[in-house]
């Protein structure tokens, strides 16, 4: 393996020399530059976990990079590294190889690999045990990622083991807060497909579920993650992830998992990669749109307007009417879009949000845009007859703005009742609320004139 530089650790980091595993001898640094290639708010992230079997010699690594060259990827966590203690360091080629070694020598062990173009992004990565370790990632300024690599103890192993494991996990969860988490590795767990209405597990798993398999999804009903790899459905071939030495056992237990299900558009197994390890990679695609994350949170806090019943009687008798024929729905999925379904359509029917919009201008004014909307211009008497209505058009709503603005002042009198919030020159105040160009209006200077005298 050839190495280029070292970067600096991080402070803090537990891959530094005495913290954590006491093992490692540098780390990521800081994030310097947060302008990346994926755009100024939609930013796509392609995220994939990959068991090697083994990364001891430098050898395997260097095949590794020529196996994912021409493949989409930005961060490939790393079940089985095999390397000996914990180290950060800058490949030849400008990727970064985080690695962490196992509970025994040349055995196990987890890790990252990071591309290029965003190391600079990584802001923290370390790990908390022999088989979890976690990377944060900086979007933004405002808005980072968590990604947390696994790799779970075999069936040989003790239950206890795994539940050291777990939590592990939950440990690297909750030590920094960050926006985005997306936990993923080798599980040696078959989840099988759905059972008793699950809503963390998708309608496209495979296989049988076994113990262990039941362990996990305990702890995502625990954690609130949700399984990706059961969301997207895929052909059987394009689902397994671990084949036995004979070929005759495939099943399915690298998962990727997430707090969001929304974040991610695809998970997909990679079949292309071959390093010799009967393990294949798993590779999700994240779309994260911060301008819409900040949107949606500015919202959130908005008092949503409030709604008027027409007939509450009429609309609980037609809602409770609907709901009755949910109960032949069999599927969650099924039963969660025809609740929201009926729910938005007995709404609309007898709701209506209160919309207050004033009237600035007059009806005879919009049915002279409504003419000219309409208006053919195909020869130089309609360009001429055009022109004429843009310019009564344009008189018009100078009219209409300024009667707008005086029946404003109007008001704002009377509520004042003439104290000393009303200005002494009243013609100054008119000119502030209309178009400096408007030629004064006698009628209404002669009523305002009438009005200040007699206050």
Known sequence: MNVTKRRPPVPGGPAIPGYGGDHGNGGAGGAKNLRWRFGC????????TYNARTLRTDEKIVELEEEIDKLRWHIIGLSEV??????TVILESGNLLYYREGDHLSQGGVGFIVHKSLVNNVVKIGSVSTRVAYLILRITKRYSLKVI???????????GEVEEMYEDISRAMHSSKTQYTVLMGDFNAKLGTREN??????????GQRNPRGQQLADFMEKEGLFMMNSFFQKRPHRKWTWSSPDGSTKNEIDFIMTTRRQLFSDVSVIARVKTGSDHRMVRGTLNLNVKLERSCLMKSTLRPPRALFQSPETFQLELQNRFQCLEDCNEVDDMNDKLVETVHAVGAKFCKTRRRRTQKLSDHTLNLMAVRREMKLHSSTDLTAYRHLNIQISKC??????????ARIE???????????VPLDRRSLCQRSV???????????RVWQHRFRDT
């Open 435 to 445: 178009c400096q160009k408007d030629p004064p209006v006698k009628a209404e200077d």
């Open 197 to 206: 209405g699950e809503l963390k597990v998708g309608k496209f798993g495979i």
């Open 149 to 159: 690599q696994v790799y779970a103890p075999t069936s040989a192993h003790p239950d």
């Open 411 to 421: 008001e704002a009198i009377e509520r004042n009742q003439g104290g000393a919030l």
């Open 82 to 87: 095999r390397r000996e203690g914990e180290d």
């Open 41 to 48: 708010h939609l930013r796509q992230l392609d995220l994939a």
């Open 397 to 406: 709503m100078r009219r209409d703005l300024r009667n707008f603005n005086t």
